[in-house]
């Protein structure tokens, strides 16, 4: 296990490689998320209300792609820190970008939806995916996924599997 001094000295090389990856980064989620748009499942009725529980207010246009694994970046580095940052990866079992969700087949619960869905309500809070990334990034970089405030919001609002 890494060192606590090693821990920041490698969120601090991250945040300093932060603004030369957002541009790739956004440019990635835009396209990953027009294609969602396209594929992707609409939220049936209940789903809908379950979207507008936790705070979505558009979900009608929400998309549910299911995958195999999750979309990784084309471009080396992205893809570098995003998995070393622990947003992506083969554990990965959901990730939103905007109005899309991309889950892997077979782990769709209502907890797992509910939390993304809350990530949706992030979204449509700061107005766009060129708006949301940079602040979730770098809470991310800085304090760590769990303790990311988004991720701990997004936890909060999980409802239970029934």
Known sequence: ?????????????RLRALPALLPAAIA???ACADGAAKTGTPLSLSEQELARTVGVARPELVRVEAVGRMPLPGDRALQSAAIEAG?????????????AIFIRRGYLTRRLLSHELRHVH?????????AFLPVYLRQVIELGYHAAPFEMDARAHELRDH
Do not use: C, F, N
Request: net charge negative; no cysteine; aromatic share 6%.
């Open 28 to 30: 990635w989620a835009e």
């Open 122 to 130: 992030q979204y449509e809070q700061h107005g766009s995916i060129a």
């Open 87 to 99: 947003l992506l990866g083969p554990d990965a079992v959901g990730l939103t970008l905007g109005h």
């Open 1 to 13: 296990m890494k060192s606590e001094r090693v821990a920041r000295q490698d969120a601090k090389a």
